[in-house]
């Protein structure tokens, strides 16, 4: 017999009550049917300061923040640290409970939660959560003007990194070349995006898988001072990052029409560049021409 029959129920949707979970129950949703990837990192103290109220008789139902979640497959979403505490207290403890979530549902029920967008992102479904709601940020911040503090949400993320298909291409090429160069994935992603914006996804990774490379190159070639730019910039905060994204594109420009190179550098307060080529901005606003009138 399941230790857990309320999982097992038939329902149509979401389910949430009081449950009385034991310290075998615990247990077993703790050690069994934990998705760390979904959850918050488990930090000991906090599952110790769990404990201790409810070895103090003071904890209290509900607590909707402490409450347990599971999702359509009967996986744990929500609550290790509250489970932990049972399983270590001994004692059988009241605690709000909801199953039979979906990834949307989880969404809007674990809204008041205090998780950082990976965790929400992972939770929607995501992969290379990292890279995405860092390009989010920076395609909210350069391209439409909101600055660096902007913040972007799980919705914003899907639409710049996932539900762009050059942009999901371009995550993906990132990715597969992590581990040949240091460099800020989120800084490359952007620059290489920009320019496959312009020239098509095949340019874009011709350029920079030479520059990943750097051999055989003329010492004056726009690819190889790319590269030593790129092995010498630290990685740090957001002027760092830009900075970064400015040097892959001018490096780019100057690849494109043949300009020799002698060294590439990128001075503080240099503006961000077009990419060679590039067509009007999008969603520029344009001034109306003017009706001649007789």
Known sequence: MSLLPFLSEAHSGMVQRVIEWTPPMAEYAFTTLNTHEKQRKFIQPTAEKYQRIMLAGEWRQPWPQCCIAFSTDQLLLNGQHTLWAVWKSGLTIKINTAWNLT????????????????QLAKQAGLSNTSIRNGIAKIVMGLDYGMGRLVQPTVEDTIRLTVDDVLMNSMVTYVVNVRNKMRVSMVALTY???KIASVHGLDAACEFFNRVVNGNNLDSTDPRLHLNRFLSN????????????????????????????????????SESMPD??????????????????TS
């Open 233 to 268: 910039r630290s990685i740090r905060t957001w002027e760092d990052r830009t900075q970064i994204i400015i040097g892959i594109i001018k490096a780019f420009n100057a690849w494109m029409v043949g300009t020799p190179v002698q060294v590439l550098s990128v001075r503080p």
């Open 103 to 118: 990834n949307e549902d989880f969404l809007l029920f674990d809204n008041f939660k205090n998780r950082d967008l990976n």
């Open 275 to 292: 990419v060679v080529g590039a067509p009007l901005i999008r969603n520029r606003p344009r001034v109306a021409a003017k009706v001649r």
């Open 191 to 193: 620059a290489l995006y």
